[in-house]
């Protein structure tokens, strides 16, 4: 599976948007892009996967540039609870997922 | 609940000893996965059931971890003569597994192994 590459942390203010970045240059054309995160001494989460195309759910936005080469998750407002590692992942299959170091986000009010 | 549930939530053992963990997958789905997390690590993918077999196990690190899923639903990581490295939370997860990929994978809370 192609490799990632996240800044390590980031902070964002509640109530505006946070952009998260991912590059995954190598990926190759069957894989999906997985956006997973885990708030402190829970089990991850999903939050949301796409292949080509951006995709939105009530959790977040999913950006792929048109070479699919990067990614950017957005969450549209940030809010405390939003604080958390948040992974993204490229996986031509969903079970053998590659969580990698992720990006901590902190949400500060 | 409706959430993948996992038993012991927490687990102290003695070194050498035998330890079971127990996952019960979310109703009506057919793949079942287990993980593991080392302190300040991402989880690292330990095998793979979908119904009843063992269809990917390359993750298990030697032969003293051992899953099973006798029924396709529930599952069982066995691990033997623990050592302190095994030390780590441990996580189940299940997904539908109607198709190869795309599929939402649904994470429990993990039991937390302490071996000492």
């Known amino acids: 599976d192609a490799k990632t590459t996240q800044p390590p942390s980031m902070d964002c203010a509640e109530g505006r948007a946070a952009n998260l970045p991912c590059n995954h240059s190598?990926?190759?054309?069957?894989?999906?892009v997985y956006w997973y995160r885990q708030i402190h001494s829970q089990g991850p989460q999903y939050i949301i996967h796409?292949?080509?195309n951006n995709e939105t759910n009530e959790m977040a936005s999913l950006i792929i540039t048109e070479d699919r080469k990067s990614s950017t998750l957005i969450l549209p407002h940030a809010t405390l609870r939003d604080t958390a590692v948040y992974y993204c992942i490229v996986s031509y299959t969903d079970y053998k997922l590659s969580f990698g170091a992720g990006t901590t986000v902190t949400v500060r009010a | 609940g409706a959430g993948v549930s996992q038993t012991p939530s927490n687990k102290v053992t003695e070194k050498g000893k035998y330890v079971e963990l127990r996952c019960d997958p979310i109703s009506g789905h057919t793949a079942l996965y287990w993980y593991r997390q080392s302190l300040g690590q991402g989880p690292e993918f330990l095998i793979y059931f979908q119904g009843t077999g063992a269809a990917d196990d390359s993750g298990l690190p030697n032969d003293r971890f051992f899953a099973v899923r006798p029924e396709g639903s529930v599952s069982t990581l066995k691990i033997q003569r623990t050592e302190r490295g095994d030390s780590a939370v441990y996580l189940c997860?299940?997904?539908?597994?109607?198709?190869?990929?795309?599929?939402?994978?649904?994470f429990g809370e993990g039991s937390w192994l302490t071996v000492v």
């Open positions: 997860a299940s997904s539908p597994g109607d198709r190869v990929s795309g599929n939402t994978i649904y």
């Open positions: 190598t990926i190759s054309g069957n894989e999906y």
């Open positions: 796409g292949l080509k």
